[in-house]
């Protein structure tokens, strides 16, 4: 299930992808909000490489694109698919060089066009950190709404966080 955008190719992961994978995924500005801890190992990134592209997009659980631009990988985009294959939660990571040149709205926006137009999903939510304003920038651009907000929800990475919640439904994002 290849996504493609006017830029970018969202494609199953390649143990070509590992090195790339490990070095933004080290970068302890990305991995910041994310669940992972930098640095990455290569021998870690080439086994989640390996399981992201071992992965099923049209069964319940968490699939995983590779964001390539003219053949290099520069970040990643993920759904969880809901057990009723109506909803799914919304994932994304860029490569800081990528950052701000709004591959990570093109890529989550073609997803988008994916889960709502061709499996006509009903609703999709994203969930971050209340410090991440660009990704929450990001979710406002392409039509969430901040459904709510949970103080001191998580406990992450030695600290209580604030959580951000986001939804937006199909027929918002079709209208």
Known sequence: MLVRTERLSLRRF?????????????????????????????????????????????????????????????????????????????????????????????????LLDQLFVERKLHRVSAECDARNRASARLLERLGFRQEGLRLSNSWFKGEWTDDLLFGLLRSDYLS
Not at 39 to 58: H, I, S, Y
Not at 80 to 105: D, I, M, S, V
Request: net charge negative; aromatic share 12%.
């Open 14 to 110: 390649s143990p070509d992808d590992a090195e790339a994978f490990a070095a933004y995924r080290s970068d302890p500005d990305v991995a910041r909000y994310q669940s992972w801890d930098a640095p990455l190992p290569l021998a870690d990134a080439l086994k989640t490489v390996e399981d992201f592209a071992n992965g099923d997009p049209l069964k319940p659980g968490w699939f995983q694109y590779a964001v390539d631009l003219d053949g290099v990988l520069i970040g990643d985009i993920g759904f969880n698919l809901h057990e009723n294959l109506r909803q799914a939660e919304l994932g994304f990571t860029l490569a800081p060089e990528h950052q701000g040149k709004g591959y990570a709205t093109e890529a989550v926006r073609g």
